[in-house]
C-alpha cells in the first residue's frame, strides 16, 4: 500500500475523449485528486462524482483537477459524464495496471462470493507529485468536501 510523502506512481491512461492523461502534465501546475470507484453509473459512484462536480469550481480556484478511474470504457465515462453533466476527468484503466500501482485492486468477499474489485480509494498528489494524504476503503457520503478541506490545506 502506498503511504503519504511517497513519490505517486506514473501513469498514462487514456480519458473519457480517449486522449492519453499523463501525471506529469500536472507537475509544477497543478495539485491531482485521483479517485479510485468501482463503476460507472452506479448509486455510491454517481453520488461521490456528482459531489465532486459540484466542488469543481471551489477544486479548481486551488490549483486542484479533479480524477476519477475505474476499469470501465471511455465510451462508458462519456455515457456516465453526459447523463449527469459531470465536470471531472474519467480515466479508462480498462486494464487494471493504474489500479494495481496504487494498490486499490482487491479481493472483496460479497454474500460469501469472493471476487476482485476496485476498493474505492483517493489520493491527493501535491504539484510535486508526492503524496499528500492516501486515503484507501473511503465511504462516498461527504468525501469530496472532506477532500476539499485538505486541498486548503496544502
Known amino acids: 500500500m502506498l503511504e503519504n510523502k511517497q513519490i ?12 492519453l492523461i499523463q501525471l506529469a502534465d ?6 491531482v485528486v ?3 470507484y468501482p463503476k460507472d453509473d452506479t448509486p455510491g459512484c454517481t453520488i461521490e462524482a456528482n ?3 459540484h466542488l469543481a469550481t471551489e477544486f479548481a480556484e486551488h490549483d486542484t483537477v479533479v480524477i476519477g478511474v475505474s476499469k470501465d470504457s471511455c465510451e462508458s465515462h462519456r455515457a456516465f459524464i453526459d447523463k449527469y453533466s ?17 494498490g486499490v485492486w482487491r479481493e472483496r468477499e460479497k454474500n460469501g462470493v469472493k ?3 476496485i476498493l474505492r480509494s483517493t489520493f491527493i498528489i501535491n504539484k510535486a507529485g508526492v503524496l499528500e494524504s492516501v ?3 473511503v465511504t462516498h457520503e461527504g468525501h469530496a468536501q472532506d477532500v476539499l478541506a485538505q486541498i486548503k490545506q496544502l
Open 34 to 36: 485521483l479517485y479510485f
Open 8 to 19: 505517486a506512481p506514473a501513469f498514462s491512461v487514456a480519458n473519457q475523449e480517449n486522449q
Open 51 to 53: 459531489d465532486f462536480t
Open 135 to 137: 486515503m484507501y476503503g
Open 115 to 117: 471476487s476482485m474489485a
Open 26 to 31: 500536472f507537475f509544477g501546475k497543478k495539485n
Open 86 to 102: 459531470l465536470n471531472v476527468v474519467l480515466l479508462a484503466d480498462v486494464d487494471g495496471q493504474l489500479c494495481e500501482s496504487y
